[in-house]
């Protein structure tokens, strides 16, 4: 929900911000500290040297090493009580400070699981955008007033108390409003220019966003089907089959495609506008120039600031437009059947090879939805392991694997079967997948002969 801030209320909220990102930085610094001291130590490679098959022995080997150099989510909570002096108390009470401290811990532990390669510091430009609490009865708070009293809701942080913008006509604002706030969570967005509505001096707007107890609000237009559906997914095309129901084809989000014209222009732009204003930076063939460990510095015209800031604006549309498509399609499955059958893919492996794709169309954020909405109505998304289903090489007619390049994209066997498009075949497949053996039920018979 949008916030209504003054002029003094977002200077402040700025400063609290800034001391969260400088707290932050410090908490990561000293969580890398000691997530490198206990790589070094060798336990740690006689821990990596267990048998993956004996887990528990694994996992207490590791416990131990995190255990005696703080890497826990604890340790660095302990070291964010001790770390809270000076200015930075005046900004974040304890709990927010533990808050911080979870994050950080989070980011670390992706680098010491190998899920991520380093973290990510904040920089004075990017800043600190967000703030969370633990709960909702002490330091930064939402209260919402009694109906008699004016039913107005407050975010509350030291002494600013910031009114929020609710749209009581709305049933899903009206739905999360009627539930207990379990915490609150401060929102920082940068304006598509200093002068657009509800943007302070320096061109954000804020908002707050209320983590809540129950379940959401289910529109009466979202009905709920019973059919089993096959999906197969591509980075650029989505095929759904129904045991019952049609089969369809599309293109995965179509209607993003024209807006991302706008956003090359933009950059196109924002390239001539930096080659103007540091030409000192390029050398004769227009290359960046290598000065090794060196940095070069770089100018921002007024200009550039202006066209990066309408990338940005025209970027968060385009994620509000993409999250948009993604609810609709969301919903239509469920609408038919809510037991769902896909491959699992690896849809991070799909940057390197699509990369344009995947960031226009986000299918492992549209896989992930989905799994959270049919399993709120009772239904379940079950992924079966790609190399053991094969399901783009499999031929139900014969029962023979046949590897296929990806220029095929239709299945057309010498057994009768076919021609098919790949993808509605591979889908079909799904559908009729048993989960024990992998084997589609209607090619069962022919396996056993």
């Known amino acids: 929900m949008p916030l209504l801030v003054e002029d003094g209320q977002a200077k402040r909220l700025r400063a609290h911000l800034e001391a969260g990102r400088v707290f932050y930085n410090a908490l990561l610094s000293e969580g890398q500290k000691r997530l490198r001291r206990m790589r070094a130590d060798p336990a740690w490679q006689g821990a990596r040297a267990i048998p993956r098959a004996h887990k528990q022995e694994r996992a207490i080997a590791f416990r131990a090493l ?126 598509s220019s200093l002068q ?49 129901a049609d089969a369809s084809l599309s293109v995965f989000c179509e209607e993003r495609a024209p807006d991302a014209q706008h956003i090359r222009r933009l950059q196109r732009r924002m390239d001539r506008q930096r080659r103007a204003a540091n030409p000192d930076n390029y050398d004769e063939q227009g290359r960046i120039k290598k000065c090794g460990k060196k ?52 849809y991070k492996a799909w940057q390197k090879q699509y990369g344009k794709s995947i960031g226009l ?23 079966v392991p790609t190399r053991q289903a094969k399901l783009s090489q499999f031929c139900h007619g014969c029962g023979q694997f046949v590897k296929k390049p990806l220029s095929q994209r239709w299945h057309h066997c010498a057994c009768g079967i076919g021609p098919v498009q790949r993808d509605l075949y591979s889908a079909f497949l799904a559908s009729t997948l048993d989960q024990d053996h992998l084997i589609p039920s209607c090619a069962q018979a022919v396996i056993r002969l």
């Not at 920089?123 to 002490?138: A, C, F, M, Y």
């Not at 970027?315 to 769902?340: D, F, I, M, W, Y």
């Not at 954020?365 to 998304?381: C, E, N």
């Open 66 to 191: 995190r255990e005696r150099y703080g890497f826990t989510e604890y340790g660095l909570h302990a070291f964010a009580t001790t770390a809270r002096v000076s200015w930075v108390a005046d900004h974040l009470d304890a709990v927010l400070a533990q808050t911080l401290a979870t994050r950080a811990y989070h980011a670390l532990n992706r680098v010491c699981l190998g899920k991520a390669r380093r973290v990510r510091f904040k920089s004075r430009g990017r800043g600190l955008s967000s703030i969370e609490n633990k709960r909702n009865n002490t330091g930064l708070r939402f209260v919402l007033q009694q109906p008699e009293e004016g039913h107005q809701g407050f975010l509350i942080w030291q002494n600013d108390q910031l009114p929020a913008l609710i749209d009581w006509d709305d049933p899903v604002v009206k739905h999360g409003l009627d539930q207990r706030i379990k915490y609150a969570r401060l929102v920082q967005r940068k304006a």
């Open 196 to 244: 657009a509505q509800g943007a302070d001096r320096q061109g954000s707007r804020y908002y707050v966003q209320l983590a809540l107890e129950g379940i959401p609000y289910r529109k009466p237009k979202h009905t709920v089907g019973h059919d089993i559906i096959g999906a197969d997914l591509g980075p650029s095309s989505i095929a759904l089959v129904p045991r019952e």
């Open 295 to 346: 940095k070069l510095t770089w100018k921002s015209s007024c200009t550039y600031e202006k066209t990066r800031r309408r990338k940005a604006a025209k970027e968060r549309k385009l994620a509000a437009h993409r999250k948009s498509l993604h609810s609709r399609k969301v919903h239509e499955v469920p609408a038919v059947g809510n037991t769902v059958i896909l491959e699992k893919i690896s």
């Open 361 to 383: 169309r986000a299918p492992g954020l549209f896989v992930a939805q989905l799994k959270r909405t049919v399993a709120s109505t009772g239904g379940i998304l079950i992924e």
